[in-house]
Nanobody, 122 residues
């Protein structure tokens, strides 16, 4: 499966953005999906994940209550709604797919999109 992330941009602190991850070359419902992010000087970190049909979601503590992950399998797209953005949310955001169960573990994701940059100004 190929993944294409989009929707990043520049936003002021307190603002919102919605990222999209379009999948092609496969059936989205075959995969648990996740978002990770990578900031300069930090390792790539888990943001949120969603199970194959959306029944289960899990989030990093740093984004819980502010970010929401969802999916539309009919449109082969996964979303990350980001509200109340903070400067520390600035990062390149990546979507990833895993044929197994929902997980927060980076190395268990087999397919990755190219990333979309989110910049939050203070």
């Amino acid at each position: 499966v190929q993944l294409q992330a989009s929707g990043g941009g520049l936003v002021q602190a307190g603002g919102s953005l919605r990222l999209s991850c379009a999948a092609s070359g496969g059936t989205l419902s075959d995969y648990a999906m996740a978002w990770f992010r990578h900031s300069p000087g930090k390792e790539r970190e888990f943001v949120g994940a969603i199970s194959h049909y959306g029944g289960t979601t899990t989030y990093a503590n740093s984004v819980k209550g502010r970010f929401t992950i969802s999916r539309d399998n009919a449109k082969n797209t996964v979303f990350l709604q980001m509200n109340s953005l903070k400067p520390e949310d600035t990062a390149v955001y990546y979507c990833a797919a895993n044929r197994g169960t929902i997980t927060t573990v980076l190395v268990e994701y087999d397919y990755w999109g190219q990333g979309t940059l989110v910049t939050v100004s203070s």
